[in-house]
């Protein structure tokens, strides 16, 4: 007799390595094209600190090293301190390479190879179809943010992963996935504390549930406590600062309302909305007639996000009854979907209290939890109805599509302009260096002229940082009065011009 589910099994197998093979491939994308990355104010003073570190020998931990290790991060823009494990992983990026674009080229595919990996993990503990994943990682945001030389961002990775081996852990009982979770946990309290919005839940839930099977595995406890005693060993520093000196600002003019309201949005990383803060308000309509009208479809498309988030925190109200009654026996995934909830309460408490709304970076610490929710959702609504509707079975198709049109646009605009006439995202790294380059031909004492807002209003990158990456030619060097400016070849441009002029009697008065 014909068995319908044994002939499933097999397309089931190959689809799942079709979609291991897509997020391969995303990552591998994501590596390309390095030079277009972002380069304002902290990734060149993250850079520069690495740098300083690696070149000064340290005996703080009874033994003589070439290097130190930095004790405290960057300041964030509240008066709290980050952590030091981004300047650490930049040493050490550093150590392998001295060039920026290669170091961006490596960090892409260390964090979006993490990320893309805890999500497949993920997938595969809840049960849900692994092109949900894919999907995942298709967002506009998770390109920006894996690729970004930057400190805050590496909260998405290691959130991502402890999520994931913890429900390894849950669903598998192995004691690897526990202290994998307890070392991406600390770590990610040495990036930012907005951490604690996710961490609380998963350390109250190892309390309540996950002790007694922890207990049984003396390698477990055993693991996790090594892990902890060795990070707070190299981390010491960090906490010794916090205790003394943590005195974060609340800002003034923040509504008392918006922080506890915004939470509801933490599935914007699932979207492709909101990228005016990055790349400028009206970015999608610089290139052609047609593309940008369509850019704007695809973008209201992604916004289905935020209500298949919305129905999956309905969801996961069952999750949390099953964890809590244990009748019947909850799965895995109830006990992910329960944390994500916890994560989400914590997360409002914790925004509404500081008065925080002012940013898509507030949610990489707890953005994993909100595409728990999705999934949930867009798998109960699979289940339900992917045999009567086609609507459903082409939902998700659309939604990927969606978010590559937006992604492939924002992609090729932002290689077109060398980066983009913004803030926040401002003249490309690679030719920063390229204009750079062009300065350290000339003489130190060279009069300058810097019409680039960009390194007028911040002058990390010009005054110390980037004469650190670039070195200087050998020899004697001619001087002579120097311009710098956007080169403006095409509505858009934002590559710079340098220019050398011969020193006038002119130029030496001014």
């Not at 916090?242 to 506890?260: D, K, N, Q, R, V």
């Not at 209290?353 to 949610?363: H, L, T």
């Not at 490309?428 to 204009?435: K, M, R, S």
């Not at 940082?465 to 441009?493: M, N, S, T």
Request: one cysteine or more; charged letters at 15%; glycine letters at 8%.
């Amino acid at each position: 007799m014909h068995d319908p589910m044994a002939a499933a099994q097999p397309i089931a197998v190959s689809m799942a390595r079709w979609a291991h093979l897509t997020l391969a491939l995303i990552v591998a994308a994501e590596m390309l094209r390095p030079g277009d990355v972002q380069f304002v104010n902290d990734e060149p003073q993250l850079l520069y600190l690495a740098a300083k570190c690696n070149r000064t020998p340290s005996d703080s931990y009874g033994v003589h090293l070439p290097f130190s290790l930095s004790p405290i991060g960057l300041q964030g823009t509240r008066g709290a301190r980050y952590g030091p494990l981004p300047v650490w992983v930049y040493q050490l990026l550093w150590a392998l390479t001295h060039d920026p674009v290669e170091m961006v080229r490596l960090h892409a595919g260390l964090m979006g190879g993490v990320t893309a990996l805890a999500l497949h993990w993920l997938a595969r503990t809840m049960r849900v179809s692994p092109w949900l994943a894919v999907v995942t990682m298709l967002s506009p945001w998770m390109w920006l943010y894996d690729r970004q030389l930057w400190d805050n961002s590496f909260g998405i990775p290691l959130s991502a992963m402890a999520l994931a081996a913890y429900g390894d852990f849950l669903a598998r009982g192995r004691v690897w996935s526990l202290c994998l979770a307890t070392l991406c946990a600390l770590c990610m309290l040495l990036v930012h504390l907005m951490c604690l919005a996710i961490l609380a839940p998963l350390a109250i839930h190892l309390a309540v549930f996950g002790w007694r099977a922890a207990r049984r595995r003396g390698a477990a406890l055993a693991g996790v406590a090594a892990v902890a005693a060795i990070l707070g060993g190299f981390s010491w520093p960090y906490w010794y600062y916090l205790l003394h000196h943590y005195a974060p600002s609340t800002p003034g003019g923040m509504s008392p309302w918006a922080g506890w309201l915004f939470p509801l949005l933490g599935g914007h990383h699932l979207t492709a909305a909101g990228l005016g803060n990055i790349l400028g308000d009206g970015w999608q309509y610089t290139s052609g007639k047609v593309l940008p009208f369509l850019v704007v479809a695809a973008q209201s498309i992604s916004l289905l996000a935020y209500p298949a988030v919305w129905a999956g925190m309905i969801l996961s109200l069952r999750s949390w009854r099953r964890v809590v009654d244990r009748q019947p026996p909850a799965t895995p995934a109830d006990h992910l979907t329960s944390i994500a909830l916890g994560t989400w309460i914590c997360q409002t408490l914790l925004d509404g209290n500081r008065r925080v709304s002012d940013g898509p970076q507030y949610f990489n610490a707890t953005w994993i939890a909100y595409a728990v929710f999705a999934w949930l959702a867009a798998d109960a609504l699979g289940r339900a109805a992917w045999r009567r509707s086609v609507m459903v079975r082409v939902a998700l198709p659309v939604y990927a599509a969606a978010l590559l049109i937006v992604l492939g646009s924002m992609v090729n605009q932002i290689a077109r302009d060398g980066g983009a006439w913004s803030e926040n995202y401002g003249v490309a790294l690679e030719n920063q260096l390229q204009a750079f380059g062009r300065l350290r031909q000339f003489s130190l004492d060279s009069p300058r002229l810097i019409n680039v807002s960009q390194w007028t209003d911040h002058p990390w990158v010009l005054g110390k940082d980037l004469p650190e990456l670039v070195p200087a030619p050998a020899g004697p060097r001619p001087r002579r009065q120097i311009i710098v400016g956007y080169r403006l070849a095409f509505p858009g441009d934002a590559r710079l011009r340098v220019e050398d002029l011969p020193i006038t009697q002119e130029t030496t008065r001014r």
